[in-house]
Protein backbone atom coordinates (compact mmCIF):
# COMPACT_ATOMS: atom_id res chain seq x y z
CA UNK A 1 0.00 0.00 0.00
CA UNK A 2 1.11 3.72 -1.06
CA UNK A 3 2.01 6.18 1.45
CA UNK A 4 -0.81 8.25 0.08
CA UNK A 5 -3.71 4.71 0.19
CA UNK A 6 -2.56 4.32 4.12
CA UNK A 7 -3.07 7.78 5.10
CA UNK A 8 -6.56 7.74 3.13
CA UNK A 9 -7.11 4.51 4.79
CA UNK A 10 -6.25 5.65 8.30
CA UNK A 11 -8.09 9.08 8.03
CA UNK A 12 -11.14 7.48 7.09
CA UNK A 13 -10.80 4.18 9.85
CA UNK A 14 -9.93 7.18 12.61
CA UNK A 15 -12.76 9.17 11.19
CA UNK A 16 -15.33 6.46 12.21
CA UNK A 17 -14.04 5.86 15.24
CA UNK A 18 -13.92 9.08 16.50
CA UNK A 19 -17.53 9.28 14.71
CA UNK A 20 -18.81 6.63 17.38
CA UNK A 21 -16.98 7.34 20.26
CA UNK A 22 -18.30 11.21 19.75
CA UNK A 23 -22.05 9.88 20.41
CA UNK A 24 -20.72 7.58 23.57
CA UNK A 25 -19.70 10.83 25.14
CA UNK A 26 -22.69 12.72 23.79
CA UNK A 27 -24.99 10.14 25.53
CA UNK A 28 -23.56 10.25 28.67
CA UNK A 29 -23.65 13.98 29.02
CA UNK A 30 -27.83 13.87 28.19
CA UNK A 31 -27.49 11.57 31.30
CA UNK A 32 -25.43 13.21 33.59
CA UNK A 33 -21.98 12.79 32.71
CA UNK A 34 -20.26 9.41 30.95
CA UNK A 35 -20.41 6.57 33.75
CA UNK A 36 -18.25 3.21 33.64
CA UNK A 37 -20.26 1.23 31.19
CA UNK A 38 -19.41 4.77 28.62
CA UNK A 39 -15.69 4.36 28.68
CA UNK A 40 -15.80 0.70 28.54
CA UNK A 41 -17.16 1.25 25.28
CA UNK A 42 -15.27 3.05 24.26
CA UNK A 43 -12.65 1.00 24.70
CA UNK A 44 -14.14 -1.90 22.80
CA UNK A 45 -14.24 0.60 19.60
CA UNK A 46 -10.50 1.43 20.07
CA UNK A 47 -9.40 -2.42 20.56
CA UNK A 48 -11.74 -2.32 16.88
CA UNK A 49 -9.44 0.30 15.36
CA UNK A 50 -5.73 -1.20 17.25
CA UNK A 51 -6.64 -4.21 14.94
CA UNK A 52 -5.16 -1.98 12.02
CA UNK A 53 -2.09 -2.30 13.08
CA UNK A 54 -0.61 -1.56 9.54
CA UNK A 55 -1.68 2.23 9.29
CA UNK A 56 -0.06 3.07 12.80
CA UNK A 57 3.25 1.64 11.79
CA UNK A 58 6.69 3.47 12.93
CA UNK A 59 6.99 4.96 9.71
CA UNK A 60 4.06 6.95 9.95
CA UNK A 61 4.57 7.40 13.67
CA UNK A 62 8.26 7.14 14.68
CA UNK A 63 9.36 6.88 18.57
CA UNK A 64 11.61 8.87 19.99
CA UNK A 65 15.34 8.27 19.85
CA UNK A 66 15.95 8.90 23.76
CA UNK A 67 15.32 6.43 26.30
CA UNK A 68 12.47 7.61 28.95
CA UNK A 69 10.90 10.36 26.39
CA UNK A 70 7.46 9.60 24.41
CA UNK A 71 5.76 11.42 21.67
CA UNK A 72 1.78 12.27 21.35
CA UNK A 73 0.41 12.40 17.60
CA UNK A 74 -2.92 14.22 17.76
CA UNK A 75 -5.03 12.17 14.81
CA UNK A 76 -8.23 13.32 15.76
CA UNK A 77 -9.93 16.70 17.64
CA UNK A 78 -13.34 18.24 17.76
CA UNK A 79 -12.99 21.68 17.51
CA UNK A 80 -14.25 22.68 21.14
CA UNK A 81 -11.09 20.41 22.23
CA UNK A 82 -13.52 18.28 24.17
CA UNK A 83 -12.57 15.08 22.36
CA UNK A 84 -8.98 13.64 21.55
CA UNK A 85 -7.27 11.00 20.17
CA UNK A 86 -3.54 10.37 20.15
CA UNK A 87 -0.75 7.85 19.28
CA UNK A 88 1.66 7.53 21.92
CA UNK A 89 4.70 6.41 20.86
CA UNK A 90 7.50 5.31 23.23
CA UNK A 91 11.28 4.22 21.71
CA UNK A 92 12.80 3.03 24.67
CA UNK A 93 10.88 2.83 28.01
CA UNK A 94 9.11 5.37 29.94
CA UNK A 95 6.69 5.62 33.36
CA UNK A 96 4.59 8.13 35.09
CA UNK A 97 3.79 8.26 38.91
CA UNK A 98 0.37 8.26 40.30
CA UNK A 99 -1.92 10.86 38.37
CA UNK A 100 -5.20 12.14 37.69
CA UNK A 101 -6.62 13.59 34.21
CA UNK A 102 -9.66 15.25 35.09
CA UNK A 103 -11.48 13.62 32.51
CA UNK A 104 -11.93 10.33 31.10
CA UNK A 105 -9.23 8.63 29.70
CA UNK A 106 -8.94 5.31 27.88
CA UNK A 107 -5.78 3.59 26.87
CA UNK A 108 -5.34 0.71 24.17
CA UNK A 109 -2.34 -0.71 22.97
CA UNK A 110 -1.15 -0.88 19.25
CA UNK A 111 2.32 -2.84 20.26
CA UNK A 112 4.24 -2.94 23.02
CA UNK A 113 3.32 -3.62 26.57
CA UNK A 114 2.14 -1.06 29.09
CA UNK A 115 1.80 -1.78 32.70
CA UNK A 116 -0.80 0.14 34.26
CA UNK A 117 -1.43 0.48 37.91
CA UNK A 118 -4.65 1.18 39.00
CA UNK A 119 -5.88 3.23 42.48
CA UNK A 120 -9.43 4.38 41.75
CA UNK A 121 -10.45 8.22 42.61
CA UNK A 122 -8.00 8.99 45.52
CA UNK A 123 -5.98 12.39 44.68
CA UNK A 124 -5.61 14.76 47.22
CA UNK A 125 -6.52 11.73 49.72
CA UNK A 126 -2.89 10.67 51.11
CA UNK A 127 -0.41 7.85 49.74
CA UNK A 128 -2.43 6.27 46.66
CA UNK A 129 -2.83 2.01 47.29
CA UNK A 130 -2.93 0.25 44.38
CA UNK A 131 -6.65 -1.59 43.45
CA UNK A 132 -5.33 -3.20 40.00
CA UNK A 133 -2.63 -4.20 37.64
CA UNK A 134 -4.04 -3.95 34.24
CA UNK A 135 -0.79 -4.84 31.29
CA UNK A 136 -1.78 -3.47 28.57
CA UNK A 137 -0.92 -4.84 25.35
CA UNK A 138 -2.17 -6.28 22.38
CA UNK A 139 -6.09 -6.76 22.30
CA UNK A 140 -6.67 -5.26 25.96
CA UNK A 141 -6.80 -1.83 27.20
CA UNK A 142 -7.70 0.19 30.19
CA UNK A 143 -10.53 3.01 30.95
CA UNK A 144 -10.84 5.37 33.48
CA UNK A 145 -13.29 7.91 34.58
CA UNK A 146 -12.21 11.42 35.32
CA UNK A 147 -11.41 11.53 39.16
CA UNK A 148 -9.54 7.95 38.45
CA UNK A 149 -5.73 7.91 38.99
CA UNK A 150 -3.19 5.60 37.68
CA UNK A 151 0.37 4.92 37.05
CA UNK A 152 2.07 3.66 33.88
CA UNK A 153 5.56 1.60 33.78
CA UNK A 154 6.97 0.62 29.75
CA UNK A 155 9.95 -1.40 29.02
CA UNK A 156 11.47 -1.16 25.57
CA UNK A 157 9.09 0.33 22.67
CA UNK A 158 5.37 0.88 22.85
CA UNK A 159 2.62 2.39 20.55
CA UNK A 160 -0.75 2.87 22.42
CA UNK A 161 -3.85 5.07 21.75
CA UNK A 162 -4.52 7.50 23.63
CA UNK A 163 -8.26 9.05 23.77
CA UNK A 164 -9.28 11.72 26.61
CA UNK A 165 -12.79 13.49 26.90
CA UNK A 166 -10.22 17.02 26.88
CA UNK A 167 -7.57 17.54 24.55
CA UNK A 168 -4.03 17.12 26.74
CA UNK A 169 -3.51 20.58 26.44
CA UNK A 170 -6.62 21.58 28.33
CA UNK A 171 -6.06 19.33 31.59
CA UNK A 172 -5.28 21.81 33.89
CA UNK A 173 -5.06 21.74 37.66
CA UNK A 174 -4.02 17.86 37.61
CA UNK A 175 -2.32 16.52 40.43
CA UNK A 176 0.46 13.53 41.03
CA UNK A 177 1.36 11.89 44.30
CA UNK A 178 5.32 12.75 44.66
CA UNK A 179 6.49 9.30 46.92
CA UNK A 180 9.63 10.98 48.01
CA UNK A 181 7.65 13.96 49.62
CA UNK A 182 4.54 12.08 50.66
CA UNK A 183 2.51 14.36 49.04
CA UNK A 184 0.30 15.11 45.82
CA UNK A 185 1.59 17.97 43.65
CA UNK A 186 0.44 19.77 40.82
CA UNK A 187 1.25 17.62 37.41
CA UNK A 188 2.94 19.91 35.21
CA UNK A 189 2.72 17.52 32.27
CA UNK A 190 5.14 17.88 29.52
CA UNK A 191 3.81 15.85 26.78
CA UNK A 192 5.40 16.01 23.25
CA UNK A 193 2.46 16.76 21.29
CA UNK A 194 2.75 16.74 17.15
CA UNK A 195 0.22 17.38 15.10
CA UNK A 196 -0.84 14.65 12.47
CA UNK A 197 -4.27 15.47 11.48
CA UNK A 198 -4.73 15.07 7.91
CA UNK A 199 -4.67 18.62 6.47
CA UNK A 200 -3.26 20.77 9.74
CA UNK A 201 0.10 22.39 9.69
CA UNK A 202 2.53 20.23 11.36
Same mark, same amino acid.
Given at each position: ?14 ? #? ?130 ? #? ?54
Amino acid at each position: MSEKDRAAERAAAVA #DAMDDIAKIDAHGREHGGIDQAGVERIRERLLHLAERDDLFGDDDFPPPEAPGASVSYRIAQNEDDELALYVQCVGDSTSAPPHEHNTWAVIVAVRGQELNRLYGPCAGSGEPQVRQEVVVERGTGVAMLGN #DVHAIDIEGAATHFHCYGLALERLTGRRFWHARSGEWRPYDDDSVIVEARPGKPA
